[in-house]
């Protein structure tokens, strides 16, 4: 599903707010009945917890905290060690070179689906699985792909249920500042801005607001939304086809979807493991509304192995 630390911040229009409420009750529901032991998160970061002094195109995490930025919660995750220590093993052995945290640190992009699926950072065991999603050099999309299945083909060794979640994009381009057009304080930030005060968070956290707000109104500089990149892309993996997004041309997903699109690389990465693990999936729940508000192209899709899924439903 898409994030965006805007939700329940901002006014939306009534219907939009109660649509999207109740595509997130269904979400939670389909999750309950699943029932899963472990939630295997992809989650991008908007230099939070990984900055340019080292940026991995991957991380497992073994342990993490949110740091609570917009808002959203500050603690804990509930990290099985072991599984993630050997997830990360398997995907090596498998020949993708992840970076591994024992100590990762998370922000909204991770919380959000948590605290909105879950109630909360700790009910359930989750191992945080951080891609790369906005600072360049990008690592091509049909590794990603890879990656994902690698995840995947390890876990379906274990016991493991395993819910994947894939938080972040679509079309999106918020006020995140680029290496290649920063001045020097902006790139301090970049290369190692963690813990920033608070003023300075609070500035950071003013700024996407007064963005969002101009935005909505029509009078923001940044990249418009994408409506038909983003249902485009939803339509690919419903329809399991991963390698036409796999072949996607990261320039070019800046050029039409924004900076932030490729945060879709976590949904990539979810339904390359939900493949590789379960085979042919069926898509359970649907949804897309672009939401300027937002500055979010905000879409859910679930997804579960042919033979195990609920009736498949389709919405908007
Ligand atoms: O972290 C930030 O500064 C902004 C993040 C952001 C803003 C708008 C939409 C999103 O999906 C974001 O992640
Ligand atoms: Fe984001």
């Not at 342990?63 to 099985?80: C, K, M, T």
């Not at 001045?183 to 920033?196: E, K, N, S």
């Not at 945060?263 to 359970?284: C, I, K, N, P």
Request: proline share 7%; glycine share 10%; with cysteine.
């Amino acid at each position: 599903m898409s994030h965006t630390p805007l939700l329940g911040k901002v006014e939306v229009a009534a219907d939009v707010t109660a649509e999207l409420d109740a595509h997130v009750e269904t979400l939670r529901a389909e999750i309950e009945r699943f029932d899963p032991t472990v939630i295997v998160l992809f989650a991008p970061d908007h230099y939070n917890g990984f900055f340019y002094d080292i940026m991995p195109p991957f991380c497992i995490g073994t342990a993490a905290r949110a740091i609570g930025d917009f808002g959203s919660a500050e603690g804990d995750l509930s990290v099985p060690a072991e599984l993630a220590q050997s997830l990360a093993q398997g995907v090596m052995d498998a020949g993708f070179d992840t970076a591994i945290s024992r100590g990762m640190e998370v922000d909204h992009g991770a919380v959000q689906p948590l605290e909105l699926l879950f109630g909360g950072l700790s009910t359930r065991p989750v191992v945080p699985v951080f891609v790369n999603g906005v600072a360049v050099p990008l690592t091509p999309m049909e590794r990603i792909r890879g990656f994902g299945a690698a995840v995947g083909r390890h876990l379906a060794t274990t016991e493991e249920r395993v819910l994947y979640l894939a938080s972040g994009g679509l079309s999106h381009d918020p006020p995140v500042p680029q290496w290649a057009d920063a001045d020097d304080q902006a790139r301090a930030f970049l290369l190692a801005g963690r813990h920033p005060t608070t003023q300075a968070r609070a500035a950071r956290e003013s700024r996407v607001f007064a963005t969002a707000e101009a935005f909505s109104q029509g009078a923001a500089s940044i990249r418009d939304l994408n409506p038909t990149w983003d249902q485009a892309f939803l339509e690919s993996l419903a329809a399991g086809d991963l390698a036409t997004i796999g072949g996607y041309d990261p320039e070019e997903m800046t050029r039409v979807a924004g900076h932030s699109a490729h945060e879709v690389r976590t949904w990539l990465a979810a339904f390359g493991a939900l493949q590789a693990a379960g085979g042919d999936y069926s898509v359970v729940t649907r949804y897309y509304r672009p939401i300027r508000e937002y500055i979010a192209g905000f879409g859910i899709l679930s997804a579960a192995p042919l033979g195990s899924a609920p009736s498949p439903r389709r919405h908007g």
